[in-house]
């Protein structure tokens, strides 16, 4: 790359509305019922975003676009059409460049992706996350089995690349089940595979129903063998776990905007809520738009979008980078974590090499087999 080629940016783009909210979900999503006035504000309103934010950033190259949510595929094909072609045009990219839309997989929705396709789409993120329909009930879904694997099919003929999400440590399902149905998942020909733990956060309606009682969560000893299940299983398949939560059958098949992220690029944040990471002159910036949609359209109007804007010390943007790095196959340059005053001779550092939970390979720190269950407590050892 010549010392004047712009550096490469991404954008993350932010849906917030859904037909339905799901139960375990605390992202910032409402419902999309007759909401089609307030919508049409808010696409006009991403484009000014995304026009203002381009120049305060100054020339660059576009590296990738995530649209997420929320449920994205309920946007209209010909506003995803016009984001990106605003995005091309504001950040020319130096080649094709990976366009991803999260989806789900409803009869309705699959019906789109033909149109989505013809927009620029060319990665599907799918939410099926169960082929139980009991499970999908009990998760809140609005689709059956049968629906998500006729949205498959259309899907694999509509886009190049396909992914799909699945959750796992549901209430009453055994290692047994579980290793059945991500088997039969990839028998389905996905090519990224992103298994999700079932969380429970305290704000939903999950949480709630934890709370009184009304059901518990797998004990940590069936949550951890369900973990190894799901690696020894996507392992045999082909699939390399390149981070914690994401899975994929060789390189050309990891999620570049996802790497993008990991690695400590710029991003744009546009959308109610969306969280950005953009070096301007003064530093490294932190962003986070506007939750409420019309707090944000208002703010976008008034050339002010962000709720916070926050600039990054040097050693924040590096611990950010060791937080995020080190959830990938490929870790972090030493260099960067003795810049945080780490040492592989003594300290925190050495310790976890002497544990066996991170290691040293070409001058990168990464997590181990054994480390990568135990992230956190391997991040918290690190970093505090």
Known sequence: MGGDEPASIALYVHWPYCARICPYCDFNVVRDRGRSAQQALLVDAILADLEAQSALTGPRRLASIFFGGGTPSLMAPEAVAAVIARAKALFPPRCDIEITLEANPTDAEAGRYAALADAGINRLSMGVQSFDDSALKFLGRDHSAAEARRAIDLAARAFPRLSIDLIYARPGQSVADWQAELTAALDLGFEHVSPYQLTIEGTTAFGRAVARGAWTPPDEDLAAALYEATQDTLEAAGFEAYEVSNHARDIAARSSHNLHVWRGGDYLGLGPGAHGRITLPRGRTATVAARRIDDYIAGVAAGSPWAEHDLLSPTDADEEHVLLG????????????????????NGPLADLMEGGFVHLTDGRIAATATGRPVLDAVLKALLT
């Open 326 to 345: 080190l959830r990938t196959v490929e870790g972090v340059p030493l260099l960067l974590l003795q810049r945080l005053g780490l040492s592989t001779a």
